[in-house]
């Protein structure tokens, strides 16, 4: 059975990320659901060349935000796991609070319940003790932070190098095989 990993988009700067991570889980054995927020979709056209029409034809299936009756609303549906990439800290700060007002939302509160593995890209800077208050509330609750920080031992070359070191990171911790980034050697 392919893996089935959701994304979610929201608004934070840095959708290109939600983007890449979606043209790279194509080439795997995965099957996406994709969450865009309203927000999202807004910075979507500001920050890359795609429409949001765009990004979605990269997934096998896209919900409205606003659908709480969608198949990932419920732990019965099983899935390998959730991405939220970027993640606002206000989606952050809904997820923590299982404040379940939109399907983004509900579908990490069900992962959490479910004990499946939760990644937030948390996108903000700089960070105050609130959001980091609210990051360490996410990981005792068994989400995965993983900010986009680069590192540069790999020798980057370009934006592309730097944005693929980071998806690299979330496949790791997916268990997703990939060569995004030269490994560390010594």
Known sequence: MKKRVIVGISGASGVIYGIKLLKFLKDKDTETHLILTESA?????????????????????VYLNSDLAAPISSGSFLTHAMVVIPCTVKSLSGIVNSFAE??????ADVVLKEK??????????????????????????????LPPVPSFYHGPKSIDDIIDQTIGKIFDYLEIEHDLFKRWSG
């Open 41 to 61: 979709k807004i910075n979507i056209e500001i920050e890359t060349d795609y429409k949001a029409d765009d990004v979605a034809e990269l997934a096998d299936h």
């Open 102 to 107: 939109n399907l983004l939302i509900r579908a």
């Open 116 to 145: 499946r593995k939760l990644v937030l890209v948390v996108r903000e800077t700089p960070l105050h003790k609130g959001h980091l208050k609210l990051m360490y509330r996410a990981a005792d609750l068994g989400a995965h932070i």
